[in-house]
């Protein structure tokens, strides 16, 4: 079975610009969570997606935008990049939304803003 | 404002040494505590503690939580280099709207041979 994956890999950006990030849960899994990661701390909360809906959001400025596909899958947009937004972006797939199980994290889309 | 905090922010050890890394929380809606080992880019699983007092042990690794200090530990005993990495302690939260982690900044671990 394929785990959580993610899309691209790697992007270069310059400030100004928008980006979208994809992910692809584990299949049957209906919740997405995505994560920044900067260099050196530890991943922080962005959105979590259950069933289409947004059912939580972190710190982070309206630039930040997430969606939630039929298929479950997800898309991050970041508008007006920072250089600050550089970081890993990880993606995180659950089987439902509240519940003990794991969270599934997938290789993350590593962001650079020039 | 939700925090976790882990010590020692790096630590370097020979291998076969045993270390203990810690974890103190302060989350809202508190509902478990989670261990992931980050090497390259995504954090694989390593524990869910939910009960105060009950080890969790998977070979060399083990972990208990203390709910009334707020607090884990992650032991690894008989280290190898294979253990080198990033271990990140995380707490897990459900209520309000959301389900989610808080990370801590992670420890650094690197085993020397």
């Known amino acids: 079975d394929a785990g959580v994956t993610q899309s691209p890999t790697h992007l270069i950006k310059t400030r100004g610009q928008h980006v979208t990030l994809r992910c692809s849960p584990i299949s049957g899994h209906k919740s997405v969570s995505w994560y920044q990661q900067v260099l050196g701390q530890g991943p922080q909360f962005i959105f979590q997606?259950?069933?289409?809906?947004?059912?939580g959001r972190g710190n982070f400025p309206d630039r930040f935008s997430a969606r939630q596909f039929p298929n479950y899958s997800s898309e991050l947009n970041v508008n007006a990049l920072l250089l600050g937004d550089s970081a890993l972006y990880l993606c995180a797939s659950s089987l439902v939304w509240t519940s003990d199980d794991e969270q599934f994290f997938g290789p993350g889309t590593r962001l650079t803003v020039l | 404002e939700d925090k976790v905090v882990q010590s020692p922010l790096s630590l370097v050890v020979h291998e076969g040494d045993t270390v203990t890394l810690n974890c103190s929380y302060e989350?809202?809606?508190?509902?478990?505590l989670l261990w992931y080992k980050q090497e390259k880019k995504a954090p694989t699983f390593l524990f869910m503690l939910t009960s105060s007092g009950i080890e969790k042990k998977s070979g060399r690794l083990s972990s208990i939580l203390d709910k009334k200090e707020l607090f884990s530990i992650l032991n690894i005993t008989a280290t190898q280099t294979g253990d080198s990495a990033i271990y990140l302690c995380a707490g897990r939260y459900s209520g309000g709207g959301a389900d989610g982690l808080t990370f801590g900044k992670g420890t650094h671990l690197i085993i020397q041979p």
């Open positions: 997606y259950y069933e289409k809906e947004e059912r």
């Open positions: 989350v809202t809606n508190f509902r478990s």
